[in-house]
Structure formats: structure tokens, C-alpha cells
């Protein structure tokens, strides 16, 4: 090995693809000849007087160590520079309450910044999944007498427990046994599409549009696995956004205090466009929840959507 020195120190900055930390390699400065010769040749070498040749070699070495100081310092001075810079954005960031959290999309990791605004309606929506339904609530009660008096305007509201709630969708007499995948908040989302989309949500519930099959999927328990399904597509339970399309909806909080609600609502009539279209029945429904899925994290995706009302498939939805 050269017996020249070698120093090696860790590169913070960046890592290599295995994760490992990289060792940024620096050759010190050559090293001179001893001062002390050993030979008698060498030693007269030191006395012999210096002409106006080797007066300009050493003055040339000296000026090139000192601009090698001089770049080192302005190198150093830089890389302090921009470690105070990042400091003081780090400290404006918490001055002004935004809160930084990381992403991790396709095995990278993504910085993102959410205002005071967005932190607080992700918070209240977090609130939201974890709500059971719990039949002994009043509230809950009452949201479901809401809800077939939004979908039956025209009927006398039956008991709590009757068979009659299999006609819009729920898969016994007792729909409080249809919310333990998605809970309350699966109520709410179905509530929310018949006050805010009446005749998309009509035409769903009394399957209008289209060629329908011989068995349909359930109205009212299809709205509970959409619930579920966005619920897992936007990564809302684990307290870390981890898939693209749950970093692009965060965003749209900004704006929009209901956007799961509305996703919801288009999530609903785009399963029905695709469910026409392959002309599914009850057993494919699995399936074409899937689809819908891809459908609508490729349109959350898309460049230059700012609100749930962007998206291409908005379109279908009818008021």
C-alpha cells in the first residue's frame, strides 16, 4: 500500500444504493522531502544557493498552497452556509406551525409539509374512521332513520330491525351488523351523497342506468366496502402516508374540509360505470372494487388536481 495518507470520513449527505453510508476518500497534500538528507549529496542540495530559478519555484508552490487553503476555507465556509440556511428553514417551519412528516412512494421517501389547516382536517378525519357504529347511540340511530328518509322520502320509516332494509342494500333485517368494516363514518359518507348528489344517488339505489345483472350488488353494503377501500387507498389508519395517491389527497384538505366525503360519492358511480361496463354480477364485485381503486388513485395522481372536483370522472356525478 502507497505510503502516502489516506483519510476517510463519513459523507452524511448521501448513501449508497445498498443504505450503507458512503466514505468520501481525501489524499492529504504530497509529502516533501525530508528536511535532513541522508547522503552527502542530498545535505549539499540544501546549502547550494538559491537562484532566481528556484526562487520562482518555491514562490510558485507557495502561492499554490495557499490558494489550496483558500479553496478549502471557501468550500468549508459553503458547506456551513448551507447548513445554517436549512437550520433556519427548519426553525420557520415550526415558527409558523407547519409540520413536516416523510412519504414513502415506491421505496423513496418524500418530504411533506402540511399547514396548521390540512394537519387539523386530517386529524378530524382520523377521528372520524375510528368511530364504531354503535346501535345503542341515539345519534346513530337517528343518522339511519335519516338515511332512509333521504333515499325513501315517500315511505313510513320501519323499525330499527325489519326486513325491509334489505331493500336498500343492507344484508339483514339489522343494518347496525353491515358497519364493522368501515364504522359510523361509512353512514355518514352514504348520508352526505343523498343530501349533496340526490339523483346520483337515486339512480344508484334503484339501479337505473344501464343493463343491469340478474344479481346485483347490494346498494347499501356496496357503500360500506367503498368507505373501507378508501379508507386503506389513502393509507388513512397508520398515521403515515406511505401511497402517492393518500399524499395528493392530503393536499386537497387544503380547500375542501369534506373531500373523503366527496371522493366517496365519485368513488359510487364510478364502480357502477365500470360494473356496467364489464356487465359484473354479485360475485365479480371484489373485482371491480379493485378497478375502481387503480381508476381513481391514477386520476388522483394526475398533474394539476386541486380539489376532488378536477377529476375526470367528477363528470358522472349528478346532483
Known amino acids: 500500500m502507497a505510503s502516502k495518507a489516506i483519510k476517510r470520513r463519513p459523507c452524511s449527505a448521501e448513501t ?3 443504505g450503507e453510508k458512503q466514505m468520501e476518500t481525501t489524499l492529504s497534500d504530497p509529502i516533501t522531502e525530508s528536511l535532513l538528507g541522508n547522503t552527502q549529496e542530498e545535505k549539499s542540495k540544501i546549502y547550494e544557493p538559491i537562484t532566481r530559478s528556484g526562487f520562482l519555484d518555491g514562490t510558485r508552490k507557495e502561492c499554490l498552497r495557499w490558494a489550496h487553503l483558500l ?3 471557501v468550500a468549508q465556509s459553503a458547506r456551513n452556509i448551507v447548513n445554517l440556511l436549512s437550520e433556519f428553514g427548519s426553525w420557520l417551519a415550526r415558527l409558523f406551525g407547519c409540520s413536516a412528516s416523510k412519504s414513502s412512494q415506491n421505496g423513496q421517501t418524500v418530504a411533506l409539509n402540511l399547514s396548521p389547516l390540512q394537519e387539523e382536517r386530517l386529524r378530524l378525519l382520523r377521528q372520524r374512521i375510528d368511530v364504531p357504529y354503535d346501535c345503542s347511540s341515539v345519534k346513530h340511530q337517528d343518522a339511519l332513520k335519516e338515511l332512509w328518509r333521504l333515499a325513501y322520502p315517500n ?3 320501519p323499525p330499527l330491525k325489519s326486513d325491509l332494509w334489505k331493500e336498500m ?3 339483514n333485517s339489522d343494518p347496525s351488523t353491515d358497519f364493522r368494516a368501515a364504522g359510523f363514518m361509512s353512514l355518514e359518507n352514504l348520508i352526505y351523497f343523498a343530501r349533496n348528489y340526490p339523483d346520483s344517488f337515486h ?3 334503484h339501479k337505473a342506468d344501464g343493463k343491469r345483472a340478474e344479481w346485483e350488488y347490494p346498494f347499501a353494503v356496496g357503500g360500506v366496502n367503498i368507505s373501507y377501500m378508501l379508507v386503506q387507498m389513502l393509507d388513512l389508519q397508520s398515521g403515515k402516508m406511505r401511497t402517492k395517491a393518500g399524499v395528493h389527497f392530503v393536499q386537497l384538505l387544503e380547500d375542501d374540509d369534506v373531500a373523503f366525503d366527496n371522493l366517496f360519492c365519485l368513488a359510487f358511480k364510478v ?3 365500470q360494473w356496467l361496463a364489464r356487465r359484473a354480477s354479485y360475485m365479480e364485485f371484489n373485482e371491480v372494487l379493485k378497478s375502481t381503486r387503480v381508476q381513481l388513485e391514477q386520476e388522483l395522481t394526475i ?3 386541486s380539489r376532488i372536483q378536477d377529476m375526470p370522472s367528477f363528470r358522472l356525478l349528478k346532483k
Request: hydrophobic share 40%; glycine share 14%; proline share 0%.
Open 169 to 171: 342494500g343492507w344484508q
Open 203 to 205: 339512480r344508484l339505489l
Open 71 to 73: 479553496a478549502t476555507f
Open 303 to 305: 398533474g394539476g388536481i
Open 271 to 273: 364502480l357502477d360505470s
Open 16 to 18: 449508497d444504493k445498498t
Open 155 to 157: 315511505r313510513q320509516l
